[in-house]
C-alpha cells in the first residue's frame, strides 16, 4: 500500500494513448487557430463512478498529467452534451479538445504535471488552469532554480 492510499487517496486508472501530436508545438499565429490532435483514452464505468463520487463528495479529482485532463473534461464534455445525469461518459472515445484560457473545468481540482516548451498546447491548458500569471511565475522561479522542463523533467502539483 503506497503512502497517498494510507493517507486516504483513492487512485483510479484509466487508458491513455499519447502521440506525437501530444506534443506537437503550436504553429498558428494563434492558440485558437491550432489544429488540435486527437488522444484516445478509456475510461471504465468504475473509475466514471469513483471520480464522480469524489467529485460530488467535494474531495479533491487530482489528475496526473495534461492528458488525464483532456481525457476526464472531454469525458464531462461528452456526458454533458448527450444529456447524460453521469459526470463522465465511460468507455473508448478521443479527445480533441482544445483547453485554453477561460475554459471552464468540470472535473478536475488538483494537477501534476511537468514544466512545458513555450508554443504548447500543454502550456495553454495549464494557463487555463491555473491562470497566466501565476504560471508565469512559476516558470520564472523553474528557470532561475534550473529546474528541467518537457518529459522526464521536474513537475508541480496546482490546486
Known sequence: MGLPRRAGAEICELTLNVGLGTFQPIHSDTV???????????????????????????????????????????????????GSQSLLHPGKAEAQILIVPGFRFRVVTALLTNFHLRRSTLLALVCAFAGREQVLAAYKHAVD??????SYGDCMLIR
Open 32 to 82: 485558437e487557430g491550432h489544429h488540435m490532435h486527437a488522444e484516445s483514452y478509456e475510461i471504465s464505468e468504475e473509475t466514471a463512478s469513483r471520480v464522480a463520487a469524489a467529485h460530488a463528495g467535494g474531495r479533491p479529482v487530482l489528475a496526473v498529467g495534461t492528458t488525464v485532463v483532456r481525457a476526464l473534461e472531454d469525458a464531462a464534455k461528452k456526458a454533458a452534451e448527450t
Open 145 to 150: 532554480a534550473g529546474y528541467r522542463f518537457y
